[in-house]
């Protein structure tokens, strides 16, 4: 008989995660416990083996034979769980492939989109290969840019003192966190930011994957702040008037 989906012979299988074969002697026993049912027409023997994946069991193959010419033996059950493993690898295969191109689509958009500036370059040569459209805007790269052999973080940093600490850093540790430093674009603007980067292995090749955040407008906002509460000190304190304009016209120039 076909099994029902849920309830029948396949929902068993399924359930117990074993190999079931079946004579019209054990349907019928079967048939008469709580909770299975059949539906389909009669046969003669039944024979049913799990797809089993690291995910546990995602389906059952099953062969059903209605004329008993030809009835189904243990022999015939190794047979059907050899081509049921060989069928469970190539669905796991295919299932490990469609979950890599997601998750491989789901950090391109984060990697794109992002607003920071994100990296990857290979370690230790410092070699640009990869970088968002933040990263291609700010520092005036191009995708040709990174294709040339030539491209290489060390043309936006400003001070080498700075690439050499962060790049210790790195090979000290692994991974470094929220490093100040300052940057060149590609207007030759420089500013100042906060970097963070990791090592990672792909493939067997080392890389290091690195995020920029710019935090000029907030340094701006911090040095303002800072003086104008030297003013309001020297205010306070009753300086000169000419000397409190001269540390208002000093800042206004910076």
Known sequence: RKASERRGLTGLVLQTGEPLLLS??????????????????????????????????IGVLTVQNYTGEARYTERDK???????????????????????????????????QSPIIICLLSYPEGQLLEMNAAGIQAFGFSREDLATPGATSAQVWVDAGERLGYHRLLNEHGSVQNYEARMRGGDGREFTVLCSGSLVTLGGRSYSLNSVQDISDRKRAEEWKQHYADVLAQITAEAPLPRVLDTLALFAER
């Open 24 to 57: 019209p002697g054990r349907m019928d026993e079967l048939a008469s416990r709580p909770g299975v049912g059949f539906m389909g027409s009669d046969g003669v023997d039944w024979l049913g083996i799990p797809l089993k994946t690291a995910r546990g069991c």
């Open 78 to 112: 190794e047979l059907l769980q050899f081509v049921s493993d060989q069928v469970a690898a190539a669905v796991e295969a295919k299932l490990a492939e469609q979950a890599l191109r997601e998750s491989e689509e789901r950090f391109r958009r984060v990697f794109d």
